[in-house]
């Protein structure tokens, strides 16, 4: 998940210390992401312990640091991204938590607690493989959310213990998630393209993986940083797919750069406008402005792909808008009807 879409969101976490000195350091978490609101906390264990050792292990963990810390009006969780940026969240910073027992055994998606009041959430467990089954198609956290929602619709009596067909439930899931992909890929024109192969959304979205240095040329401050995450680390495998496959065919329907063309996406949570234009396009200042304008003015973000000079990598936007503010965010949107869901559930 370190490498995947939305890494910038992902953040180790710093021990912290109850009180006195004499009190030893303690891991809030394995890992955290946190975006526009919500938070997920990955508690992992692995080795031979039973399926219940291990769940048990994780969720005491869990529950001791959200206790300590929903206490401790001066307790923050803190960390640092791979890119080197740091986060200091306080409890009242939530909206919504998202407690993960990550286990290493075969097994479906256990639910066992819903949050009805703020944070809203639950708790539950996930199997590692599923970890990995979302990295192997260069999945998000987001897409993890939307596994865990749609598991979630599955008989009470499957959800709320382990189950012996839980395992094939999830598989089938993951399978259908992993079988759209490849039907998106397919409206891509190159045919030569290898079905499984992701390498070209990485090539055409750059914006979202910039190391350190690079962002620091972009994006002078943090804060700058985080506006960006917070529309790119909040998307799925399928919607970066989509901007990739548009932003290609709007590259190639330019001409070899004579001619400013622009499109948006569908049928995604929030919808891009994109633009490919270059400084020798006959068209440019009259079509791209009022592209710019329709943007701010639909409250969209945007993406520019421009050809400004030899030797420009076309592959990377050159120019981005985003919105300052925004609706409810797909992750944030995800969480709540989970929680709806297992709160009828848990009062059956």
């Known amino acids: 998940m370190q490498k995947s879409f939305g890494a910038q969101n992902i953040y180790i976490p710093q021990n912290y210390k109850k009180g006195e000195k004499k009190h030893k350091e303690k891991e809030p978490c394995d890992l955290a992401w946190f975006g526009n609101g919500v938070l997920v906390l990955f508690y992992l264990t692995s080795g031979n312990k ?28 803190n960390g640092i991204n791979r ?45 590692e493989s599923l970890i990995h089954a979302i990295s192997g198609f260069h999945g998000t956290v987001v897409d ?52 499984n192969d992701f390498s070209f959304i990485y090539e055409m979205i750059n914006l979202n993986r910039l190391p350190a240095p690079i962002g620091d040329r972009l994006v002078s401050n943090s804060s700058g940083r985080e506006l960006i995450s917070s529309y790119f680390a909040d998307m799925t495998a399928r919607d970066f797919i989509h901007i ?9 329907r330019t001409d070899n750069a004579k001619f400013s063309v622009a499109g948006e996406t569908k049928g995604m949570h929030l919808n891009w406008i994109i633009c490919a234009t270059s400084f020798s396009s006959r068209n440019m200042m009259e079509y791209v402005e009022p592209i ?46 989970t929680t709806q869901r297992l709160s009828i559930a848990f009062s059956m």
Not at 101 to 120: C, D, E, Q, W
Not at 151 to 157: E, H, K, Q
């Open 50 to 77: 039973s399926l219940e050792k291990q769940d048990e292990h994780n969720l005491k963990q869990a529950r001791k640091w959200i206790h300590y810390w929903r206490h401790q009006s001066n307790q923050k969780l």
């Open 83 to 127: 890119f080197g940026d740091s986060v200091s969240i306080s409890f009242k910073e939530i909206n919504y938590c998202v407690l993960l027992s990550v286990v290493s055994h075969s097994t479906g998606i256990v639910f066992h607690k819903v949050a009805k009041n703020k944070p809203y959430g639950y708790t539950c467990t996930i199997p």
């Open 144 to 195: 993890l959310l939307d596994l865990i929602y749609k598991y979630s619709s599955n008989p009470r009596r499957a959800i709320l213990n382990h189950n012996p067909l839980g395992d094939e439930r999830l598989s089938i899931l993951i399978k259908k998630k992993q079988q759209d992909l490849d039907s998106i890929l397919k409206l891509r024109h190159d045919s030569s393209l290898n079905e």
């Open 244 to 252: 990739a496959i548009l932003a290609e065919g709007l590259i190639k």
């Open 292 to 337: 710019i304008k329709q943007a701010s003015e639909r409250n969209m973000p945007l993406l520019v792909y421009a050809y400004t000079f030899e030797f420009t990598d076309y592959r990377s936007p050159s120019m981005y808008a985003l919105p300052p503010k925004r609706n409810k965010s797909q992750s944030e949107h995800l969480v709540s009807l």
